[in-house]
């Protein structure tokens, strides 16, 4: 029994010690961390108030047209209508073709 108490104690102890070390490796870092926080939350006032400061006024102020100088090079483009015409003939041809082609295979009434 006395083995199983003394081993019950030794391992408490290393717990223990384990808890103290950890604590220990918390603290002393802990000036550190708060002096980033600091630092931290000052940078982030400085921005919001920059951020606060902004003048959204006018976005557009400056913005010009780069686009009011050009010239439109299609502007006096014309259709070539007798192509347009013949094209047009040529599909209705085509069209009528087809139709004959399948009244003969219909068997349809000449």
Excluded: C, H, P, W
Excluded at 38 to 51: I, T, V
Aim: charged share 20%.
């Amino acid at each position: 029994m006395t083995f199983i108490a003394t081993a019950a104690i030794v391992g408490g102890s290393l717990t223990a010690a384990g808890g103290l070390a950890k604590l220990g490796m918390s603290l002393s870092g802990r000036k550190k961390r708060i002096e980033e926080q600091r630092q931290a939350k000052a940078q982030m006032e400085e921005r919001m108030e920059d951020y606060e400061n902004l003048d959204t006024s006018n976005l557009a102020a400056n913005v010009t047209n780069q686009y009011r100088n050009m010239e439109n090079t299609y502007e006096d483009l014309t259709v070539n209508q007798q192509q347009a015409q013949f094209e047009a003939q040529q599909g209705a041809q085509q069209r009528a073709n087809i139709m004959q082609g399948l009244q003969g295979a219909a068997g349809g009434v000449v």
